[in-house]
């Protein structure tokens, strides 16, 4: 059973600051997605990650997928107050896989 | 608003109770996913249904149950209700049989509360 891990934890940086998070795996992904979930809400899609060493970028978002497709970063630059959150990552080991595993997720707050 | 409809959104109930949730996914989209998230266990998958039929079952508890019917919408039973059965129960839908290339559009949950 694929597993996927996510640090840090939790990550409490002041608006302005430069941010990474990372999800590692033993496994290898046939895709990768990331998603943003607020409180009281549920995750909403930010990216999709499918090429080893692909790199997207989303306004301030930078998504990077592993060459050997184990692995995903995320960085934010000059984070906002708006980009509070639980970042979770989501990999699907192969393409006949019915569904998504999930990390842990980082708890991300971005304070003023 | 994310298009997948989930109600109700607060649900408490007593233990040994049972409970329906109900989602209607996004216009279009065949398949329907739920999660069980929780703060010690994140987010964990019970079972998916394309287009009428069971398609993959994940974490799935024998007292739990979900269908889906032919106007696509899906529901979600939970039987005999613990208190470890108290959580975030999400729906999320796709248009696809997997979510792989397109991900998911996930509704805005129901909280559970067993007492």
């Known amino acids: 059973t694929q597993l996927l891990e996510q640090s840090p934890q939790f990550l409490s940086i002041q608006e302005g600051e430069n941010l990474t998070v990372y999800c590692n795996s033993s496994?290898?992904?046939?895709?990768l997605q990331w998603y943003r979930q607020e409180p009281g809400e549920g995750p909403v899609l930010l990216v999709t990650?499918?090429?080893?060493?692909e790199v997207k970028k989303l306004k301030r978002l930078t998504f990077q997928f592993g060459d050997a497709r184990k692995d995903s970063s995320l960085h934010i630059t000059a984070a906002q107050t708006g980009d509070t959150g639980l970042y979770l990552c989501?990999?699907?080991?192969?393409?006949?896989?019915?569904?998504?595993?999930f990390g842990p997720g980082t708890r991300l707050s971005v304070l003023p | 608003d994310s298009g997948v409809t989930q109600t109700p959104k607060h649900l408490i109930t007593a233990t040994g109770q049972r409970v329906t949730l109900r989602c209607s996914p996004r216009?279009?989209?065949?398949?329907v996913y739920w999660y069980q998230q929780s703060l010690d266990q994140g987010l964990q998958f019970l079972i998916q249904?394309?287009?009428?039929?069971?398609?993959a079952k994940g974490n799935i508890l024998e007292r739990f149950s979900a269908q889906q019917f032919p106007d696509l919408h899906s529901e979600l039973n939970l039987s005999s209700l613990e208190l470890g059965d108290s959580a975030l129960y999400f729906c999320?839908?796709?248009?696809?049989?997997?979510?792989?290339?397109?991900?998911?559009?996930f509704g805005s949950g129901t909280r559970l509360t067993v007492v």
């Open positions: 999320a839908s796709s248009a696809l049989k997997s979510g792989t290339a397109y991900g998911y559009t």
């Open positions: 496994s290898v992904f046939s895709s």
């Open positions: 990650v499918v090429t080893g060493g």
């Open positions: 989501a990999g699907v080991e192969n393409n006949y896989g019915q569904n998504f595993v």
């Open positions: 216009s279009g989209d065949l398949s």
């Open positions: 249904y394309y287009n009428g039929e069971e398609r």
